[in-house]
């Protein structure tokens, strides 16, 4: 167990990292970083997700399981133990799986861990007012033995400032104008059976796997966003989460995917209908106006009363136009327009509306 001194010193890290202004990967590398010199841990699941839905994306995992990954992901959405969408509702954020006893309660540990000698399981989840912004499992394996809960309230007490860096990170997604990706390609259509092995794809979705978590040279893409989508969709019919089973996932360049799964309906007489199940649909497209200026909106900490405006202006609204819309004199909007400009750093309309919608817009006169 670490001393007093190195914990305190661990906090003081992390606490500068989240001031760092650094990008989500480096983020989390290097609060890892940090954490190894604390708590020792065999291996390590750390997730960005959807501030909304909480259905995970862009993983950064280092785990001995990795051939058996749709196994472990769809495992993981099932078990509502120290489930990241439950301990968002705890006193606190952060859970040990061996302080409740019995480790086989945990379905992802019977089906998967138990077989790599995993002893306990320290989770954590990174969430504010504004949305669920990822969540952190690390490992211990029977060398290591349990967690303390010591160990569960120095991570309660990390959750705060990884989630202001988290969500900053995302913020900062938005300060570099979108991209138009490439459509000649055709849709982006995965299908994937109830274990989430993928049955058929059209031919674009490996580009777009490969850019949504970049291989290394001669490995395959791994699609562990659709993986993601798809175990939630499971875990919405099994009543254990009632999440939409979709995420909103930065790609690069200023670019936002929506990634939703849904069951295709069986054709009467065929194998699925006879009862084999019918197959998960992972679609991938961009992000639509009103899911850019969401995020955006959450990502930045806006107020009610600002997002509303955001979206007026989006819509080319005037400032006496949207005056009228909202119910206030021109004299508040301006005081409202003013305090997102701050929270933004935008200097003008344009700007703000260029990097919330990822493309430029020419304002009408008068506003």
Not at 21 to 26: A, I, K, P, S
Not at 107 to 130: L, N
Not at 157 to 186: I, K, S
Not at 227 to 252: F, K, M
Request: proline content about 5%.
């Amino acid at each position: 167990m670490s001393s007093t001194w190195a914990r305190t010193r661990g906090q003081e890290q992390v606490r500068a990292l989240a001031e760092a202004g650094l990008g989500d990967r480096d983020l989390r590398r290097e609060v890892l970083a940090g954490l190894r010199s604390v708590l020792d841990f065999a291996a390590y699941v750390w997730l960005v997700t959807d501030p909304v839905t909480e259905v995970g994306t862009a993983p950064l995992a280092e785990v001995p399981c990795l051939a058996e990954l749709p196994a472990l992901i769809k495992a993981k959405y099932a078990t509502p133990v120290n489930r990241w969408t439950a301990l968002r509702r705890q006193a606190a954020p952060a859970g040990l799986l061996a302080a409740g006893g019995d480790l086989s309660r945990s379905r992802v540990w019977q089906e998967v861990m138990s077989r790599y000698q995993i002893c306990d399981v320290a989770s954590v989840v990174f969430a504010d007012r504004y949305g669920c912004w990822g969540f952190l499992d690390l490992w211990r394996d029977a060398t290591q033995g349990p967690f303390t809960a010591a160990d569960a309230d120095y991570l309660a007490g990390l959750a705060a400032p990884v989630t202001h860096a988290m969500r900053e990170c995302q913020a900062r997604t938005f300060l570099t104008p979108g991209t138009a990706q490439p459509r000649d390609a055709g849709p982006v259509v995965l299908t994937l059976d109830s274990s989430l092995r993928i049955v058929s794809r059209t031919a674009a979705s490996q580009r777009w796997l490969h850019a949504l978590l970049p291989p290394g040279p001669g490995d395959p893409a791994i699609p562990a966003s659709v993986y993601n989508v798809a175990a939630q969709l499971l875990a919405a019919e099994q009543g254990i989460d009632t999440h939409p089973a979709a995420a909103r996932t930065h790609l690069s360049g200023g670019c936002w995917l929506t990634l939703r799964a849904a069951r295709l309906p069986a054709e009467h007489g065929s194998p699925a209908a006879a009862g084999n199940g019918a197959a998960i649909v992972v679609t991938i497209e961009e992000a639509s106006a009103s899911d850019r200026l969401d995020l955006f909106r959450r990502a930045y900490c806006l107020t009610a009363r600002e997002g509303e405006l955001l979206g007026l202006l989006a819509t080319g609204g005037d400032t006496r136009a949207i005056a009228r819309q909202m119910s206030l004199s021109e004299h508040t909007v301006q005081d409202h327009l003013k305090s997102v400009f701050g929270k933004t750093g935008a200097r003008d309309r344009i700007t703000l509306l260029t990097r919330a919608l990822g493309t430029k817009r020419v304002m009408p006169a008068g506003g």
